[in-house]
DNA sequence: CGGCGTCTCCATCTTTTGATGGATGGCGTC
DNA sequence: GACGCCATCCATCAAAAGATGGAGACGCCG
């Protein structure tokens, strides 16, 4: 129970100097909110938890130095009931995944009103998770498909960054066949035909991520 | 020349509502600039420019409705000497290349500081034009190569829409022997040497996206 | 006009890719 | 330990993709 005295701290990360202006800004006008600190990559975003505690932490996951998805496991590791929301503009559904894998209670897009920020801040704060709608429904849809495993993800991560079938072979040191025999299942699993359609089905989903 | 006096009038367009907000925080501690109105989208912005013909628009790529490359087109064409500056995270270069075609007049990267903003309003506002170095460098990266065809173009969105060449040919009525020939050149201006080398860097430079 | 560049188109040959079927070894459960 | 389960590995064969060389159509400029 939250009653009208309390006042929610909360600790703001993000890379982007705009959006961390933005949130503040933004929060500074509900009543009972108080960011407490801005973080503006992972690393950071650990220190500052550790010093203030607060009470709800809103994370983008692309941050410098330390991901997000690290940074929130990390947090958890030694703080198992710190609530945190990812704050992020929709990156694919791996994301999500591991980023509520990590303890993420909550998961934002960008471009969300006052309204549904607040109401999600508070609803975290007293202990619910919340997941809306469009988020759920990719989550819903991720599950669906079996897991990569470990040596399907390297092939896939191969595939993407345009390696032929006969440098994977070089590179992970097994015969060209077994790459394939890779390819095959993570085609399937992927629900695909194809190594194109693999590499932007994998970008679509999040599963590994262009460097740029 | 800018006077001490002068107020210097800004369109914030962004969808996200936390980035606007961010912006308006951030544009307000400045003495001198003024946050006219703000839109959501790129049509809103249309309308919002040709009421009140702020001095700088500051201007998000990703848009609902209308595009922010459309949205620059079209407010330029009535006003020639509107000055808009491109606010985005990193797009690709292809965006940065057609916004400052359409003519934008400074590109912007979301996550610079408040002097930085401030000094590239101030240096629009005068009539020069500011892209940062980071920018400047994908652009010129970009402008190396020679520019994909009409057709050229279409064969590869086709391609990151994971078709086989077979389908290719079938959508745009030709034989698999010609699909091949355009996939032979693109792979060639692209500097890649096969299919998905070609749908990953296009992704990357922003030739073409995934509608997610 | 005549030549030049360029976009478009097509056929043949080689390489790469993907489909299929099957073998090995680890790991947990009963 | 015996069992199934699954990740990993490999070989063979058909299909798709890519390299190469070349032809016709069109606009542009000297």
């Known amino acids: 129970m939250v009653t009208e005295m309390d006042t929610i701290t909360i600790l703001v990360v993000d890379d982007h100097h705009i959006v961390r202006q933005g949130l503040v800004a933004l929060l500074k006008t509900v009543p009972g909110f108080t960011v407490m600190a801005e973080a503006s990559d992972g690393a950071e975003a650990v220190d500052l938890y550790a010093k203030h505690h607060p009470d709800v932490t809103l994370m983008d996951l692309r941050l410098p130095k330390l991901g997000g998805v690290d940074a929130i496991a990390r947090i958890r590791e030694k703080n198992p009931g710190a609530r945190i929301i990812v704050l992020t ?45 469009v988020v759920a429904e990719k989550l819903a849809e991720r599950m669906s498909g079996p897991a990569l495993t470990t040596r399907e993800l390297e092939v896939l991560r191969l595939i993407v960054g345009g390696r032929s ?17 890779h390819i095959n299942s993570l085609l399937s699993k992927l629900g695909v035909t194809d190594r194109t359609q693999a590499a932007t089905t994998a970008l679509q989903r999040g599963i590994v991520h262009l460097d740029s």
Chains 1, 2 share one sequence.
Do not use: C, H, W
């Not at 591991?98 to 609803?123: F, N, P, V, W």
């Open 89 to 133: 503009t929709f990156d694919g559904d791996e994301d999500i995944f591991r980023a509520l894998q990590a303890g993420a209670k909550g998961y934002l897009l960008k471009g969300m009103d006052t309204d549904e920020l607040t109401e999600a801040i508070r609803s975290v704060y007293a202990g619910k998770s919340r997941i809306p709608a």
């Open 165 to 181: 079938n006969k440098e994977i072979a070089g590179e992970l040191f097994i015969s060209e066949a077994t790459v394939k025999t």
